[in-house]
């Protein structure tokens, strides 16, 4: 089946820095990825819309500049949280598409200290 | 904002029973999914059911889908321990990419 794998799957970071998150579909072409944020016991809100090749589309209130997507292949698609805050600390999830329903990773828990 | 409601919000049973999860959704809809999610992990798909389908089984799983409600129901029977995890619906609402908007999910605990 469809395998969607997540790089890092956990990362501690201090305020301030930049962290990068790997998304890669390893056995099919995604020309669609997409990324999600979750707090603890709470659901999933789609963060933004990664398309390979051209911008990202992002969801009301997510800041673009704090969220750098890049869709540079069709396998791999990176979310890079910027100047990273402690209240940025959350689980980071990302999906994509492959002909059929969606496929996730297993997720990236941030800790911002 | 996430237009799924999804009751219990959490669900507590003992082996052997049924669980069932309820979700409500609010604007038109191409097709319902289920989804299941162990703590701190992704997400794993369980079943799709379209607009124009009122029932699906899959194994232990029976979906309803109701669109005149706007509701839908996810049924697990003789439940195990290993079912003990967080369910979410999700809506489709046809967009050409599959944008999803996710309901609050349940939180299901299966006792030995």
């Known amino acids: 089946g469809a395998v969607v794998s997540q790089h890092p799957s956990w990362v501690i970071c201090k305020s301030g820095t930049s962290v990068k998150i790997e998304c890669r579909s390893l056995?099919?072409?995604?020309?669609?990825m997409f990324w999600y944020r979750q707090f603890p016991k709470q659901s999933l809100m789609l963060m933004a819309t990664?398309?390979?090749?051209?911008?990202?589309?992002?969801e009301q209130g997510v800041e673009k500049d704090k969220f750098l997507i890049n869709h540079a292949s069709l396998t791999l698609s990176t979310l890079t949280v910027t100047s990273a805050h402690p209240e940025d600390s959350s689980f980071y999830i990302c999906?994509?598409?492959?002909?059929?329903?969606?496929?996730f990773g297993n997720g990236t828990r941030l800790t911002v200290t | 904002s996430q237009q799924g409601e999804e009751d219990p919000q959490a669900l507590s049973i003992q082996e052997g029973e049924n669980a069932t999860m309820n979700c409500s959704y609010k604007?038109?809809?191409?097709?319902l999914q289920w989804y299941r999610q162990n703590s701190g992990r992704g997400l794993v798909h369980l079943i799709l059911?379209?607009?124009?389908?009122r029932e699906k089984h899959s194994g232990r799983l029976r979906v309803t889908l109701d669109t005149s409600k706007k509701s839908s129901s996810l049924l697990i029977t003789a439940s195990r321990a290993a079912d003990t995890a967080s369910y979410f619906c999700?809506?489709?609402?046809?967009?050409?990419?599959?944008?999803?908007?996710f309901g609050q999910g349940t939180i299901l605990t299966v006792h030995p």
């Open positions: 059911i379209r607009s124009n389908e």
């Open positions: 056995d099919f072409q995604a020309t669609t």
């Open positions: 999700a809506t489709d609402a046809g967009t050409s990419y599959g944008k999803l908007t």
């Open positions: 604007t038109s809809i191409n097709n």
């Open positions: 990664s398309n390979e090749g051209s911008k990202a589309t992002y």
């Open positions: 999906s994509a598409r492959a002909g059929g329903p969606l496929h």
